[in-house]
């Protein structure tokens, strides 16, 4: 990534509810690259989304995938989810015209 300015990353885990698993991941983000890095994560484990009722993991990440490319919060804003709402905002126009262009 430090030789390739257009190269983007997104980390996605789960957090196991270990609400400081982002900022120690974080943490170890040289620098130079940590506004290129992006971090996802479901506030426990993926299995709860499913038990949550937004369907199977195809269908959450087709969900998902739907509201990055439509700029809405729909899924997003399940409560398992929600924390990720600064990092979407951060990922913006730059990242969705990457995953989605037209």
Known sequence: MQNNLNRYMIL??????AEDRIAKVRAGI????KDRV?????????????????????????RLATDCR?????????SLLKHNADELDRMGSTIRLILFPQ
Do not use: Q
């Not at 996605?12 to 509810?17: K, L």
């Not at 040289?30 to 690259?33: G, N, W």
């Open 30 to 33: 040289p620098a130079d690259v």
């Open 12 to 17: 996605v885990f789960d957090s196991d509810n």
């Open 70 to 78: 439509n700029s809405t919060r729909t899924t997003w804003d399940h």
């Open 38 to 62: 992006f971090i996802l994560t479901t506030l426990s484990k993926p299995e709860d989304l499913k038990r949550a009722g937004l369907g199977t993991f195809e269908e959450i990440g087709m």
